[in-house]
């Protein structure tokens, strides 16, 4: 069994969902990884993984100000004299 695909975070509440884009983790064949960084074999960073997840939180953050922003009709300009 294997952990390596593409993932991506769907975060959902009242005012609908938000998708992030697809991050690919890799698995390193024998599980040594060569990358230097600490052996465990994948190469998807987790800052990225991170930074994915931060960035869907600020867009649901943005989304939901959008729902709750008021709405003001459009004012007639006063004409010049």
Do not use: K
């Amino acid at each position: 069994m294997t952990d390596a695909g593409s993932y991506h975070v769907v975060v959902t509440n009242a005012y609908g969902s938000a998708t992030s884009n697809a991050a690919v983790l890799e698995v390193a064949e024998g599980g040594g990884g060569g990358g230097g960084g600490g052996g465990c074999g994948y190469t998807t960073p987790p800052e990225q993984l991170l930074l994915i997840g931060w960035g869907v939180l600020l867009l649901c953050h943005f989304l939901q100000r959008l729902q709750r922003a008021p709405v003001r009709p459009l004012q007639p300009r006063p004409e010049a004299a």
